[in-house]
């Protein structure tokens, strides 16, 4: 069974860093683009960042370029997301989610993933 387990989240202040991990298990995930999302309360789940397998291709949304950072470290099956300078407007559940397809470009869709964490709370207070 394929889990995607998400964690590092919590309450932070404005311009604080928190980095938040996404740790998979049941299959490998080396060769499959993975991506950032998050959902705010009475919003819709919006694209934050993607990585594709290998970490030389990374994808942003404008809000969050230049202060968030997606890796990933394939040996232990875990991508990253570093996110620095917060702001109360990133207050949100954060999600992971994999793509179910090798070898191909991080969609900036939720259409593009298979795979979704079950999420963790980040609230940036002001």
């Known amino acids: 069974q394929v889990q995607l387990v998400e964690s590092g989240g919590g309450l932070v202040q404005a311009g604080d860093s928190l980095r938040l991990s996404c740790a998979a298990s049941g299959r490998t995930f080396s060769n499959h683009a993975m991506g950032w999302f998050r959902q705010a309360p009475g919003k819709e789940r919006e694209f934050v960042a993607g990585?594709?397998?290998?970490?030389?291709?990374?994808y942003y949304a404008d809000s969050v370029k230049g202060r968030f950072t997606s890796s990933r470290d394939n040996a232990k099956n875990t991508v990253y997301l570093q996110m620095n300078s917060l702001k109360p407007e990133d207050t949100a559940v954060y999600y992971c989610?994999?793509?179910?397809?090798?070898?191909?470009?991080?969609?900036?869709?939720?259409?593009?993933?298979?795979?979704w964490g079950q999420g963790t709370q980040v609230t940036v207070s002001s």
């Open positions: 989610a994999a793509s179910g397809r090798r070898f191909t470009p991080p969609s900036v869709t939720t259409e593009g993933y298979n795979y």
């Open positions: 990585i594709n397998w290998s970490g030389g291709t990374t």
